[in-house]
Nanobody, 118 residues
């Protein structure tokens, strides 16, 4: 059972930056895909960014060029660096891990709140 724990959310002004982290109970290299999703108030959860254990990244159009997903020096950590934040980035940000072992298994963190406001 993989456990994921997010941290680093908070309040930031428009145009500012935040970095959120995800700590996994297993090496992220044993997890096929790590991703960040977000759920704005009153809206559905959406993909923000993902990274495979081979280092291939994918970004939502709304965050491309502003957000960066990366692996930490610790084997169990993934980061999401968020720059040029906008009020519409306000959401609960969730860490996600997917493992393929004959079938796909999916794991979620508890979420961390990011609020972009003056």
């Amino acid at each position: 059972q993989v456990q994921l724990v997010e941290a680093g959310g908070g309040l930031v002004q428009p145009g500012g930056s935040l970095r959120v982290s995800c700590a996994a109970s297993e090496s992220i290299f044993s997890i096929n895909v790590m991703g960040w999703y977000r759920q704005p108030p009153g809206k559905q959860r959406e993909l923000v960014a993902s990274i495979t254990n081979g280092g291939v990244t994918n970004y939502a159009d709304s965050t491309k060029g502003r957000f960066t997903i990366s692996r930490g020096t610790a084997e169990n950590t993934v980061y999401l660096q968020m720059n040029s934040l906008k009020p519409e980035d306000t959401a609960v940000y969730y860490c996600n891990g997917r493992i393929f072992s004959r079938i796909w298994y999916e794991y979620w963190g508890q979420g961390t709140q990011v609020t972009v406001s003056s």
